[in-house]
């Protein structure tokens, strides 16, 4: 998915995701990136990609079982991201 993405900034991605979440990452958008398994419930990914909206949006999709570890400006957003959503749900 990420390989139709255009943009002119890329970046290397570091997430890692756990429980069911990292399951399906592993299975279904592991192609060109670099996975590393720890444990059965925690899984490393690293990629480069065009940083473009959809990015955001995808790691969003995964909720609580994502943490963003590079680049600081994606940690950045889904952090902005989550106050909003807490700000709404209150």
Same mark, same amino acid.
Request: glycine share 6%; aromatic share 14%.
């Given at each position: 998915r990420f390989q139709h993405l255009a943009g002119n900034q890329r970046v290397l991605v570091? +997430?890692?995701?756990?429980g069911q979440s990292a399951r399906l990452v592993e299975e279904y958008h592991g192609a060109n990136a670099r996975l590393e398994r720890r444990? %059965?419930? %925690? +899984? +490393?990914? %690293?990629?480069?990609v065009a940083m473009t909206p959809e990015v955001l949006m995808w790691v969003l999709g995964f909720g609580s079982e994502v943490e963003v570890l590079a680049p600081d400006s994606l940690r950045e957003q889904v952090k902005e991201e989550a106050v909003r959503l807490s700000a709404l749900y209150r």
């Open positions: 570091r +997430l890692r995701f756990s444990g %059965e419930q %925690e +899984l +490393l990914y %690293e990629r480069t």
